[in-house]
Antibody, heavy 120, light 107 residues
């Protein structure tokens, strides 16, 4: 079964750091696009970052310079290192596979999400 | 960044109703448009990709249409499990952007 499972969320103080992990099964993170998408309380979905081992990484402006996405192909996992956290980073973080279809892509596999709360 | 605007923001309907949600892009995105269903506490689910293609396993009462800047998601006959939040999303250019969501409520 194709699946993504996120771990690592929790309560963190402003200015702190947290690392989220995403374990993939049923497919390999190698040569696939894997994203982080978040949903703040009462808000909609916001794209955060993407990694493709053969292409590189991209970040939303709101997290650029603070968040780092990486992968470990031997463990079939993707990570999101989050530094200098603020209350605006409070959200459910979803790990998402993005699949190409011709020139376009779609997000076809979503994890259940992990909750990050930034508060003192 | 491409702005995606959905309407309405919320909608009340009954089981069996036909429902249409619209999504407008701030610039042309051809058919690089996807629709997702999100039920609270669950992972979002892909319904429609490339504007009109039904994702495998999604009931045929869901359909999508449109191109360039204007798109619609239609549910032909609402079922109890369809009450959720619906999002459109463009994959035409980075950053990927979502609409603000349409909450479909029970009337």
């Amino acid at each position: 079964e194709v699946q993504l499972v996120e771990i690592g969320g929790g309560l963190i103080q402003p200015g702190g750091s947290l690392k989220l992990s995403c374990e993939a099964s049923g497919f390999t993170v190698r040569n696939n696009y894997v994203n982080w998408v978040r949903q703040a309380p009462g808000k909609g979905l916001e794209w955060v970052s993407v990694i493709h081992t053969g292409v590189g990484t991209l970040y939303a402006d709101s997290v650029k310079g603070r968040f780092t996405i990486s992968s470990d192909e031997s463990k079939n996992m993707v990570f999101l290192q989050m530094n200098s956290l603020t209350a605006e980073d409070t959200a459910i973080y979803y790990c998402v596979r993005e699949t190409p279809f011709g020139e376009l892509t779609f997000m076809d596999v979503w994890g259940r999400g992990t909750t990050v709360t930034v508060s003192s | 960044d491409i702005q995606m605007t959905q309407s309405p923001s919320s909608l009340s309907a009954s089981v069996g109703d036909r429902v249409t949600i619209t999504c407008r892009a701030s610039q042309t995105i051809n058919t690089h448009l996807n629709w997702y269903q999100h039920q609270p506490g669950r992972a979002p689910k892909l319904l429609i990709y490339a504007a009109s293609r039904l994702q495998s396993g999604v009931p045929s009462r869901f359909s999508g249409s449109g191109s360039e800047t204007d798109f619609t998601l239609t549910i032909s006959s609402l079922q109890p499990e369809d009450f959720a939040i619906y999002y459109c999303q463009q994959s035409f250019s980075t950053p990927i952007t979502f609409g603000q969501g349409t909450r479909l409520n029970v009337k």
